[in-house]
């Protein structure tokens, strides 16, 4: 057991460009979760999935954000036309789901975006 | 998810018992308590949760009142390593059901 394992691990872009951030979770896990933090805050929740299906996605998920889960293995968060308030620490977590039981959450180390 | 209203900050000298309290009182009937700790550039961290009895695991123990509009988690013997922000989300962690983060404790643990 790795851990969740996220790429990169710093981000700087400049504004409008296309950004992309991978996430490998815990291997076995089903649920996937994307998160957002900035400074001096909780982390926000983003979206989540349930192997490959994405079953949820917070209003706060703008259309220029879009993620992915293929084969329910690892994620990809895109942002399109990074706008400065994109700056973030994005947060991913996994966590083995059964049925009654309560979740705990795993989550990597976040990547840090910088927006110039 | 229960609105949860901790300390923004607490410190504890090295050694001794760390109570960090957190206030929920419009929890309802069958929402949980759950704490999670985030140290300096790693993401958060499950540590314990409850309903209404008391729990202990090999990291912490909580405290939850009676009436459940509060509780206390407690790190018996605080180390440097505990120094951490901590959260404490009144809510439910199963089904479809997803965890709201407050802006938690910042707990230093002093030398």
């Known amino acids: 057991d790795t851990g969740v394992s996220q790429n990169p691990r710093h981000k700087i872009t400049k504004r409008g460009q296309n950004v992309t951030f991978r996430c490998d979770p815990i291997s076995e896990h089903n649920r996937l979760y994307w998160y957002r933090q900035t400074l001096g805050q909780g982390p926000e929740f983003l979206t989540y999935f349930q192997n490959e299906a994405q079953l949820e996605k917070s209003r706060l998920l703008s259309d220029r954000f879009s993620a992915e889960r293929p084969k329910g293995s690892f994620s990809t968060l895109e942002i399109q036309r990074t706008e400065q308030g994109d700056s973030a620490m994005y947060l991913c977590a996994s966590s083995l789901l059964w049925t009654g039981e309560h979740e705990k959450l795993f989550f990597g180390s976040g990547t840090q975006l910088s927006v110039l | 998810d229960a609105k949860t209203t901790q300390p923004p900050s607490m410190d504890c000298a090295e050694g001794r018992a760390a109570n960090l309290p957190c206030n929920h009182s419009t929890i309802s009937g069958n929402e949980y308590v759950y704490w999670y700790r985030q140290i300096h550039s790693q993401g958060p961290q499950y540590i314990i949760h409850?309903?209404?009895n008391n729990e202990t695991n090999e990291m912490a123990s909580l405290i939850i009142t009676e009436d459940r509009k509060s509780s206390t988690l407690i790190l018996p013997h605080a180390t440097l390593r505990d120094t951490a922000v901590y959260y404490c989300i009144a809510g439910y962690s199963f089904g479809n059901e997803k965890l709201t983060f407050g802006t938690g404790t910042r707990l230093t643990i002093i030398p």
């Open positions: 409850g309903l209404k």
